[in-house]
C-alpha cells in the first residue's frame, strides 16, 4: 500500500489574529471530516476524489497525505504524541477498517470481519480506544463497537443487531460505560437510539429507541459534567406553506444520566435544514458545530451556536458563502475551538475546510426552541461477540513540497472574504 504527498494551494480568508477560515485546494475535490489536537499539531482527516475514485486524505505535522487505494477517512485521534487515523480501505475484494499513524515510520493495522465493515468514530478512552461503525452482511448493517488497548491491540468486539439497518456514528465513555449513538430503522421509520456497554466486558447492558414519530438521528455523543450529551437531528417539523410537502429538519440534543436515563432534551430550529453534528465543551458550556439552510446566504452554511452552562443557546452564527458549507467536526483549542468541513463557494468543486473560533465573518442566525414530544421505545439488539482479523498494512511515502500560496487582503474585507469568492 502506498501513500503519497498531496500537493495543496492553501487559501486563507477572513484575517484575523487568533480566527481564521483558511480553505485547503488541490486540482481533484477535498473535505475533511474529523479534527484533533496530537504534540505535534493539528491531525485532519478525510478525503479526495480522483478519477472516479475516492482516496483518505491525512494531515499531520503541517504535510498530507493520500492513500492510493480506494479509501475513506471520517475519524482520527492522538495516539503516543501523533496523530492515530481511522477509516476503510477498499482493495483486494475487502472492505476493511484501517488505522494508521506515524510511530518513526508510517505503521498501520488492518481489522475486519468476514463480511463489509465501516468505521465511522474512534474515542479515546482513559485506558484503549472505542471504535463504533458497522457490519454488512446481505443488504443489511448491523452496529460494530470495538475495544482497544493503550497499544491498539483489539480487546473485545461486538456486533449489534437490532432486526433492522443500523447505524453507530458516535461513542462516549462515561463510570466505566460506553455510550453509542446512531440511528436505526427497525421500527420501519428512522428513529435514534443509545446503547449502554460495559467498557471492561463489552456486555450490552441496555438500548432504546428515541425520538418523535418522524425521522430523527443521533450524530455524536459527548461527556459534560457527568452527563451524557447526544445531539443530531430530528424532522418532527412539515415544511409549512411553501413546501408542504417536505419536512423542516432541527437540531435535537438529548440528555442523558450516567446509567443512560432521559433527563431532558432541547431541540432548536429555523425556517430551514438544521442538524447539528458535534459537541465541544468549553469553561462556561458547549460549541455545538453542523450546517443550517435556514437565513443561509446560499444552499446551507456552517453553524456554530454557543450553549450556556444550563444548555440553553446564548448564540448562532451562520459561516459561509453562496453554494454549500458544512462544519462536521471540531476540537477544543484551550477556550477556543478548531472546526473542519468543505465548501463549494469558492471554486467549482468542493474544497477542505479549516476554521479557529467563530471567524469574523460569521453572520448571527436565530433560531426558535422547540417542544416535539421525544418517546422512548424498547430496542432488543441481539449482541453477538466477533473475532476481527488482524493483520499489518505496509506503506511507502512519496514526498511532494506543499506550496503555500497568500492572498491580497481586499479593500472591504468583510462583505467579500465572508463569502469565500476567489481572489482576482
Known sequence: MRTEVVLFLILTVCFSFSQTLTIFQSQDNEAFFAVARSDTGLCLAGRTYKDGTYHALLGVEGDFYRLKSESYSYTVESFSGTCLFGGVVLDEGGFDIFLLWKGGGWRSLRLGTRHRDMLWFMRRLREGYALVGGVREANDWDILVVKLSTELEPLWALRLDGGGREYAYGVASLKGRLFVVGRSDTRGNWDAFLAVIDENSGRLLSSRLLGTDRKDYLRFVEVWRDKVLAVGRTEFRDGGTEYPTERNSDIMLLIFSAEGRLLDYRVWGGDGYDYGRVLIPSSDGLFLLGESSSDSAGETDGLILRLSEDLFLKEAFLVGGEAIESIRHG????????????????????????????????????????????????????AVPVRLRVSSWPVSLSRERLRLIELRRLSEPGELLCRLRPYD
Open 331 to 382: 476540537a477544543g483549542l484551550g477556550e477556543d475551538f478548531v472546526f473542519v468541513g468543505y465548501t463549494y463557494s469558492y471554486s467549482l468543486d468542493n474544497d477542505a475546510l479549516v476554521g479557529y473560533g467563530i471567524p469574523p465573518c460569521a453572520r448571527s442566525v436565530k433560531l426558535l426552541r422547540l417542544y416535539p414530544y421525544i418517546k422512548e421505545w424498547g430496542f432488543k439488539l441481539r
